[in-house]
């Protein structure tokens, strides 16, 4: 008895195990940055998509894929500072999840930073929980370069940047007292970039 309740648990958790997964062998691949990402069908036929992005829809967050070495900076530092966060593993890579709801949308949505040999990307979706796809998609790029802890450090190191460059920009007589100003200043492997956003 004890030998037939062994075997049903152990085919019932191998069904489990491979309900879970995504089927990736139809996907089609996209270029983002220095990656090939393997792509759902239900987000292929992009609105956007070029070296820095895959945008799906024309609202971003429907799901995008976005190289972010350019402005990791400024983008990170503006997401740490607007929504919660939570370290993560998904496929192998340390990643950081944010989430929010969207109240104009009335959705959940998340964001997950992660890295692909030296670069840093992320990807947008509806919904709170990674799914299969979305693990499916981070396994489909390089391994990081990155150890856990250079990794995180990286990221805390751009955190604390950005906090310094916005702390000097508050002190200028011209700074502009709206929410709707973001500055950026990054140095990463393709040089430095300085810029604001309005």
Known sequence: ??????????????????????????????????????????YENPYKS????????EDISVFSIRYVNPNLMSLYGYFVEKYPEK??????HDAIHFTYFDRYDDKNK????FSSGEEFYYITWIGHNI?????????????SSYSHEEFY????????????VNAIESQRIDYPTDSSHHSFFSVGTNGFSVGVIN
């Open 1 to 42: 008895m004890i030998r037939k309740v062994f075997i049903f648990s152990l085919a019932l958790l191998f069904l489990i195990s491979s309900v879970s997964a995504a089927d990736s062998s139809n996907w089609t691949t996209a270029n983002v940055g220095y990656e090939t990402f393997k792509i759902p069908p239900q």
């Open 50 to 57: 070029d070296f820095n992005i895959y945008e799906f829809d």
């Open 87 to 92: 370290k993560v593993n998904v496929s192998g």
């Open 110 to 113: 998340s964001i997950l930073w």
């Open 131 to 143: 799914t299969p796809e979305i693990e499916e998609i981070v396994k489909s790029c390089s391994p």
């Open 153 to 164: 450090s990286i990221l805390k190191d751009e955190y604390d940047n950005y906090l310094i």
